[in-house]
T-cell receptor
């Protein structure tokens, strides 16, 4: 079974500093995508960043970047210059398969607190 | 553009009563559809997913069932609710290939009393 593990239930960071959220996954697929989602207090799930597994270059989106280590099956999220609005639950997810075998699996989440 | 609607936003139901949560997607055809449950400290648990009309895969044996009577309609049901069914339920859709993310509805907070 495909699994996604987030080992940090909670993290905190000072405003303007940098924080890294960890994620590891297990898959036997050769083609897959990895995602980080953000769930603010409104509970609306928002896509933060995505990474194609066959691309070695790490994805970046403004202050958000990933450290993708394919051999280690690790996919961490770095948030630079943290802002109060970054406070949220963050979920790591992976996709696998095509068509009827497609599935998206999420980790249990990391609750990020940003301190002013 | 694609949109996903999920209702109701909040629901309080007595133990033993039936449940029906509905989700519809607009602006796309043949989406993959998902029901997730989010319980405190347990992240997102995939309950059901569907790759087509009438095709339902169950991930976790439980008191719930799902149906997809139309291409863009996904329904989560129960004949008799249990206290343990309380939680936050999220409907989502995605394309059917590995290079697509999921798009989520606003969620339903279900409290069984």
């Amino acid at each position: 079974a495909q699994t996604v593990t987030q080992s940090q239930p909670e993290m905190s960071v000072q405003e303007a500093e940098t924080v890294t959220l960890s994620c590891t996954y297990d898959t036997s697929e050769s083609d897959y995508y990895l995602f980080w989602y953000k769930q603010p207090p409104s509970r609306q799930m928002i896509l933060v960043i995505r990474q194609e597994a066959y691309k070695q270059q790490n994805a970046t989106e403004n202050r958000f970047s990933v450290n993708f280590q394919k051999a280690a099956k690790s996919f961490s999220l770095k948030i630079s210059d943290s802002q109060l609005g970054d406070a949220a639950m963050y979920f790591c997810a992976s996709s696998r398969g095509r068509g009827s075998n497609y599935k998206l699996t999420f980790g249990k989440g990391t609750l990020l607190t940003v301190n002013p | 553009s694609q949109t996903i609607h999920q209702w109701p936003a909040t629901l309080v139901q007595p133990v033993g009563s039936p449940l029906s949560l509905e989700c519809t997607v607009e602006g796309t055809s043949n989406p993959n559809l998902y029901w997730y449950r989010q319980a405190a400290g347990r992240g997102l648990q995939l309950l059901f997913y569907s790759v087509g009309i009438g095709q339902i895969s169950s991930e976790v044996p439980q008191n719930l069932s799902a149906s997809r009577p139309q291409d863009r309609q996904f329904i989560l049901s129960s004949k008799k609710l249990l206290l343990s069914d309380s939680g936050f339920y999220l409907c989502a859709w995605s394309g059917d290939t590995w290079n697509t993310e999921a798009f989520f509805g606003q969620g339903t907070r279900l409290t069984v009393v």
